[in-house]
């Protein structure tokens, strides 16, 4: 480290100084923000609480697998705890999770805007969010819901017995929160670039957002018209999705998966945009390859929109559907093998130093992988058949959504969090929460691989006693993993008070995010940024807007 | 001098987040069709459903057709049409900053789109006095002249006018379950699509508000402009509901 690297507002004192944190002190302040700085804080703080909830109900299920008979009373507890499981991680904290809370943080930093373009509809989604979610809370304080997240007709419609009908009017709100948060990304990467912010020039994480917000507009209405009419035909008892009553349960797990489907690359993309820009920034180099990760990001996003029937493989499509679909699943691999290689190849001779969003980032690249792997071969027809609803799939999409996403997610808490608190989290508990977190995850999901190999279903209360061994390993490891999360929640609320001063850029990043006083002052920028330098110019050391292009930047 | 001024007030209706009213038109006109395409989606979920269960049962969906008074609904398409035209010209009228003619027209909208929330109530009330309504009072069998009343009946009457010009083939008397199906997704469809109309005289009666405050300038009159997308939008829908649902009757 010869060069030292420019930054701006360095001399800015760092204390006295009016951020976006202390311009006011109220709560109507708070609750009536047009500040996505804010609007981002208001989200993580609700979907830490519907993942704690979330989190509850993983620890019923895992409870009571714990002895091949079930330890809840009713096998009916048992499905409404992984109801609460699925649908609060699901709608309510990972399709949320990065878009709402970093993406809201840290959209307009990383492109030199003072705000999104829609700021009074950015605090309207916050609030649909909020009632959407008490509708959900309602329905489960009522009694609960026992269809699973995936409401498949005609249970849900016509047989199950719960509070269906407020728990989809719940997640059809939820929506529209969704739809206007993708509507506002996509607006505002369009038009509010700082000059000389170029397409080529935006941090890969913002890509992944674009990707993001194109599904959160194009699927998330699908899903809000299906489970509207799920509710029509449970209300009216007029045939829809019921077969009994000339209805097509198949049609249902259609236009469900055409949503849900994509929902998954809602989850994973923005964790592929913060590891990006975390493996870039740990690394001390150019990320390799930048217009393929960058374009890799929206391919997945739209051949994601292709893949859906691979969940109906053994619901009674045609076999030649199947192959195509089979076919078209593998074609996702190729752009997000592209993302793999790229981290890989960046981390290769790059001046890798391991603080705690690196250990994260590492984390999620072997677990992502594993996930990803395994996703191939459920893809496989003729595999599927004989993994479809086992413990094989849990496995395998927790290692996406689980060892993927929220290792993502809380590497990004933990390197942005100086950026939006201005403090430092402690390092060392860092690196241990990180650690407890991989270990825990692994010993937790990859003994129901094993499990689904060997045949034992999902969503089943009890199990043959031979399986028990793999499910107190499965229980043992939740109970580690769920340290690894505690931990953080402990560590980074200590840190708004107790933590060090972050200074505007504690990890050197060249990213424009970085290059303004750490927490942010309300309007961002004291002025808008000229960006003239190429992105993650770690060799050129010039950061994203500094105002003086060196004669080696294009 | 004059053109100073209106560069002046349209530069204090720029929000902060924006550059310059360029900038903030460009991001509102975007954010309309982002919605748009939102809005596609969700009707086409609708869609998708409706055209695989007319595929299924062809029958059933096209006597629920031939119970339907499509000369209403043709109708109902030209007011729609009338009313895309007012909006249309009220677009124009803001894009040459008349205030006046903005109201003029948005006025007219109204008063058009009223008419076709009328007329289209009009035909939900003839269908429940025939028994047409599912989950409410949908029946197997027809009621009789009496039961729906002189009302209802002229409408029949005309019906029966249209219907000898081009005869319906093979009309069975007796309602079958899966016609109560087309029913539902009937009712769901022009509900949603006249919700989407209700919401937009709402919106209308703001843009009214805004108009009379001489708000709108040559330079500045982005919400109208956008409003007119949506209103068109809501306009194209009816254009693909009124075939798909009231002329698909003959086998």
Redesign the interface.
Known sequence: MTAIPYSPDYAAPQTGRTTYLNATHTIRSWLLTKDHKRIGILYMISITIFFMIGAGGAALVRINLLTPAGILSEPAQYNKAFTIHGVMMVFFFLVPSIPATLGNFLLPLMIGARDVAFPKINLASWYLLIIGSSFALSAILFGGVDTGWTFYTPYSSTFSNTHVVLMIVGIFINGFSSILTGLNFVVTIHKMRAPGMTWFRLPLFVWAMYATSLIFILGTPVIAITLALVAVERLLRVGIFDPALGGDPILFQHMFWFYSHPAVYIMILPSFGVISEVITCFARKRIFGYVFVAFSSVAIAIIGFLVWAHHLFDAGISVYSGLIFSLLSFLVAVPTAVKVFSWTATLYKGSVSLETPMLYALGFIGLFTIGGLTGLMLATLGLDVHLHDTYFVIAHFHYVMVGGAIMAYLGGIHFWWPKMTGKMYPEFWGKIAAAITFLGFNLTFFPQFVLGYLGMPRRYHAYPPEFQVYNVLSTAGASVLAVGYVLPLIYLLWSLKYGAEAGPNPFRSMSLEWQTPSPPPTENFERTPICSQPPYAYDLQTPMGSPVPTAAAT | MTEHIATEHAHSLV?????DAY?QK??AT??MW??L???V??????F??YT??RH??PDPFRQGALNLKWYLGGINTAVLLLSSFTMAMAVHAAAIGSNAKIIRYLVLTIIVGGAFLGIKATEYYIEYREHLI??LN?AHDPPSEEEVGPFVGAFEKVQGWFDRVVPPRQKEEKRS??E??FF?FYF?MTAIHATHMIVGIGIMLVLIWMAKHEMFSAQWHNPVENFGLYWHFVDIVWVFLFPTLYLLRQP
């Open positions: 929000q902060h987040q924006f550059e900038q460009e991001a975007l954010g982002a919605f395409a939102t809005e989606l969700f009707f086409g979920g609708l998708v459903a695989i269960y299924q049962y599912p989950g949908f379950d899966t109560e199906m539902l769901i």
